[in-house]
């Protein structure tokens, strides 16, 4: 541990102190808390045996998020980066990264099938108008199968209201900045429903970076009786960005022209539609959930990620028919309660992709990428991803103190994949070469345990232990779509590498205490999380071919800290913080060996302070400080970012019970930070600069 980062730890732990020091006994506990995203039940998260974190509804409806990240970072452990309008990274005890290893869902349906990941997952979800979110850190396949690994994250709808009630808000900002929110809802004897809309534009704060939102949620709830419940949810989301991710630039231009980007060409387009209803039936010990639902999502992607190396521009598609099943029996002795379920997911998909030919000007890690033409077709091809998951989850209580849960989930996955290029040949385009799977058929089966405890110390004191595993089976591009390759047989050699890939293997030990102390609430956890068999590109030492592979293993080791405190009756702090470290065990690739060192893009400090100010009920303001701690800009461990804090200030004003104003601004002191860094072509650092000091304000009615 560095010195700096030390200091940050140090500071932030005296705040928490001095917190927890002056607090009033009237402070929000998370004694009462509940969760429903940890056991798929809502629950007391005091008898729940993992790290879950939850931002709250109200708080999500005044800060009025312009991206995720402005909201994420307020739970330990968990932080959100910008790419490009509301495409993010995601760091949940692994370093910021776009691998598939976090699963995303919506009132706990997954927001896209296996095998379809999408890293930007948070953007086909209307987060601005959600009802919360919850966070649940660390592995959960037990619960929720493949993708589970490093975190899963629920965006829960909003209640229908149990009267007629509508809200709108109008607000406009800096860099074209205008956004729409408008809802409403109303309740009748057995039930009610609310709609929610979302319309969003900007130009982007850098050159060619714009983009449009339309999406929208509408929730129906209907009582049958007092022991039988239908839920209706349909979700949608249609973005067009200019640009698929943010374009790091050379340091000078970082420094002195940060609005430039060399990648125009690049864009996202996305279409995402949910629409599902969940059946319940519940009796006094016993509760029957059936959940049907239907998925489409769809993208056109020229991707900024790839122009360097692997130019292309492709159209994904893909359709679900799922059902999630589960039936859930509680036994008056020792409090008993027995959880069984099926998950059910019917995916068809599909691939279209074409090289292109860009022209650019410039060379080296500042080339220009400025017009394109379209080339020849390398990927053409249908798969579909079926999957079969059976779980049981129990709870149990030996004492009144303590309370032992376990668990267990199996999972049979297949793909069936439709070539239709030639099977089993070489696409060529230039030196370019592209392997050509012939019609198969990919399975995975793997069974997932998890066990946990909780004991309460005492009233206000409450332990918790667990161990979970997790998988993550590859998605439909790792398996059919191999890389670009420079030979007839290294493309071969790729594309038959990949069909044998196996699934990436999580476990993880953790560790934690909540509770209240003079008013201080707080949440402390300790854990470690190993990931093995990951996937990586080796040369093979008989054919001296470069292949992808199941090899690698990374071990994860962290500290996480929640705090919340008032220190007056008008003055509440909130703190988030994490330290941990990011490390490969045994990693050996065509690259060479990186056993012992850090992961890249793994910064072992992350923090956030909200000091909130009420002094009425018609006043809020908030500082919030944000800081990133330095990271490695490669695996190598050559070179870094130095990280950064950055300070937002937000604000609420009621003119009247219907009107009210509302504001922020991003980044106070316009510092000059990377949303994102690393070595670029020749080993040359290069940054993607984040938001530079940006105001947004707007009026929202209520009625």
Known sequence: MGIDTWRDALVLACIGAASGAAASDDAPTVLEQVTVTATREEARLVETPASVGVVKGEDIALDKPAHPAQ??????????????????????????????????????IPSRSTGFFNHNGLYEINIPQAGGIE???????????????????????????????????????????????????SGYADGGWRADLNLTRTEGWRDDTGYDRNSGTLRWDHFIGDSTSLKTVLGFSDIDQETGANSPLVRDDYRHDPTKNYLPIAFRKVSALRLSTNYEHETADSLLSITPYVRDNSMDLLASFALRFDPTIAKTENQSYGLMAKWRRDFAPLRARLIVGVDFDLSPGERRENRIDATTRGSGASREFIAYTVGPRIYDYDVEYRGISPYVHGEISPTDKLRLTAGLRYDDMRYEFDNKLGAGEVVQVGSNFYGQAANTRVSYRRATPKLGATYALGENTHLFASYNQAFRAPSESQIFRPSRAGSLDAARALTQSALELDAIKAEQYELGV???????????????LTKRDDIVSQRDPVTTQTITTNAGETRHRGVELGLG????????????????????VDWVTAQGDFGGKEQQSAPRLMSNARLTWTPTDAFRAQLEWTRIGSYWLDDSNTAKYSGHDLFNLRGNVALTSAVSLFGSVNNLTDRRYADSAQLSTGSTPAYSPGLPRTVIAGVEAKW
């Open 135 to 185: 966070v649940n850190r660390g592995p959960s396949s037990a619960l929720y199968g493949s993708d589970a690994i490093g975190g899963v994250v629920n965006v829960l709808t909003r209640t229908p209201p149990t009267k007629t009630e509508a809200n709108g808000s109008i607000e406009a900002g800096e860099h074209g900045w205008r956004r729409a929110l408008v809802g409403g809802g």
């Open 565 to 584: 405190a008032s220190l007056a009756r008008q003055l509440r702090l909130d703190l988030a913080l994490s330290y941990a470290r990011h490390e490969f």
């Open 71 to 108: 909201v994420m970072s307020q739970t330990p452990g968990v932080a959100v980066a910008v790419t490009n309008g509301e495409g993010h990274t995601t760091a949940i005890r692994q370093p910021f990264t776009t691998s598939p290893v976090y699963l995303f869902l919506e009132d706990g």
């Open 514 to 528: 909540r509770g209240v102390v003079a008013g201080l609430s707080y949440d402390l956890v300790a854990y470690e």
